[in-house]
């Protein structure tokens, strides 16, 4: 296994990150283990989630992926063997929400305690705050990497100025800065992140773990009419990719798999 440096946190990560949006949702705990423990066992080490993952559901209030995690680091004692990442910042209901130091000393706690760990080796803010001063929120990743309870830090959703002012802050102030960024890429969404998030982290060594990369299943090919929508509890989010170039993208998959005696990546 080819292992890299996320960015310059000395983080040593496999090319293959684990998505833990469906723990707790379409895959059950028993599910949960099996994919986990396939992905480790594997040889891959980074899984990540969020605080709020899967607060959508109804009847789910958040924290279902990082509390099945948590079970499964303590039922199978692969802490050590696994790079936990998770996100703080959207909204958890009423004022738990944003990227406030008040907030975010409360949640890592939060979710530390449903991970059954000590420590979260990435810590990235799910969402920009454009309320929050860039400073108070540094400043609050930088108490919890002193007292070792995050190691590193990363941004997701965030625009190239903003992710350029919050790294030209922790320059400025000596605070530790985003190491990562999580954009939504994939071949159907490409444009955002080449445009201008892309040279950004090339220029400032950022390392990227990109978000829907299969474009919430339809790369896989299940999804190529509005029929196929209801196979999945994710297919609705897959409408907006039926389109012609959508088609056009699944043929040259189709055709790339045919030549290489492949299938596409599963769904």
């Not at 996320?6 to 040593?12: D, E, I, M, N, P």
């Not at 559901?57 to 279902?64: A, D, I, K, Q, Y």
């Not at 499964?72 to 738990?96: E, Q, Y």
């Amino acid at each position: 296994m080819q292992f890299r440096e996320l960015g310059r946190s000395g983080l040593q990560v496999a090319p293959l990150a684990f998505g833990g949006n469906v723990l707790g949702w379409t895959a059950d705990e028993a599910t949960s283990f099996s994919l986990l423990d396939a992905f480790v066992d594997s040889g891959f080490n980074l899984i990540d989630t969020a605080d709020m993952y899967s607060r959508w559901v109804p009847g789910h209030s958040g924290g279902e992926s990082e509390t099945i995690i948590g079970k499964w680091l303590a039922a199978s004692g692969k802490r050590d063997r696994v790079l936990l990442a998770t996100k703080v910042g959207k909204d958890m209901g009423g004022d738990h929400a944003g990227l406030s130091r008040r907030w975010i000393r409360q949640a890592v706690e939060d979710s530390l305690r449903r991970l059954h760990t000590d420590r979260i080796d990435l810590y990235q803010a799910h969402d920009d705050d454009a309320i929050t001063p860039l400073e108070e929120t540094l400043a609050a990743f930088a108490e919890l990497i002193a007292e070792g309870k995050v190691r590193a830090i990363g941004a997701s959703n965030y625009t190239a100025p903003r992710l350029e002012e919050a790294l030209a802050t922790s320059a400025r102030l000596g605070l530790p800065r985003y190491e990562s960024l999580q954009p939504l890429y994939n071949l159907m969404d490409r444009a955002a992140y080449e445009a201008d998030l892309e040279p950004l982290c090339r220029q400032e060594g950022l390392g990227v773990i990109n978000f829907y990369g299969l474009a919430s299943g339809f790369l896989t090919g299940k999804y190529r009419s509005e029929s196929d929508l209801a196979k999945s509890a994710r297919g609705a989010g897959c409408k907006r990719y039926l389109t012609e170039r959508g088609r056009r993208v699944l043929a040259a998959l189709d055709t790339i798999a045919q030549t290489n005696s492949a299938t596409p990546p599963p769904g």
